[in-house]
């Protein structure tokens, strides 16, 4: 009866317009609408923030990278702060080598402010998430459905660098979790 009542208006929205953008679009193999990811990005945010920009962040985080959404849609409607951690969120040139695009991300990322850590987190670790339980599944057949062309080594190259990249979260549960599963996944 109690409880104090937060201002989710913007998080709502994201929610909303992050449905919309990802409608009809199943994750890669997964057999499951696209939309849980960023929901789950959502998630883990939440257990370190509950800035309402970061999570409408996370929930908008793929929506530029994989949909015909532009930066100055979520800017219009999300404001300069949530359009730019989105914008720090989403690889920049498609087009280029995946090693290149990742080294440039990494180091993007490990130049960030906190805040885009944090978002990155949430997507990171949910990607991480999907990882280890295909890799249960599928062991070392998992490789095959991603675009990295070293498979299983060029996967852990990249997680292990953006392990690295997000040090400034360790001490949060969401950091511990990303590196268990990264040593679990690679060892």
Partial sequence: MGEK????????????????????????????????????????????????????AAALHDTVEDTDVTEEQICALF??????LVHLESDDDMNEEWRS???????????????AKIVAMGDKLSNMRAIARDYRVQGDGLWTIFHAPGGK???????????????????????????????KVFN
């Fill in 5 to 56: 009542r937060m201002d989710t208006a913007l998080l709502d929205k994201a929610i909303k317009f992050a449905v919309d953008a990802h409608a009809g679009v199943e994750r890669r193999g997964k057999g499951f609408p696209y939309i849980v990811h960023p929901m789950e990005a959502v998630a883990v945010v939440a257990t370190i923030t509950a800035d309402q920009e970061l999570l409408a």
């Fill in 79 to 84: 404001g300069p702060r949530v359009a730019n």
């Fill in 101 to 115: 695009r990742k080294k440039k991300a990494i180091a993007r990322l490990a130049a960030s402010p906190i805040d």
């Fill in 153 to 183: 080594p060029d996967h852990e190259w990249h997680y292990r660098e953006l392990a690295a990249a997000l040090k400034e979260l360790e001490g949060t549960d969401a950091y511990s979790e990303f590196t268990e599963l990264i040593d």
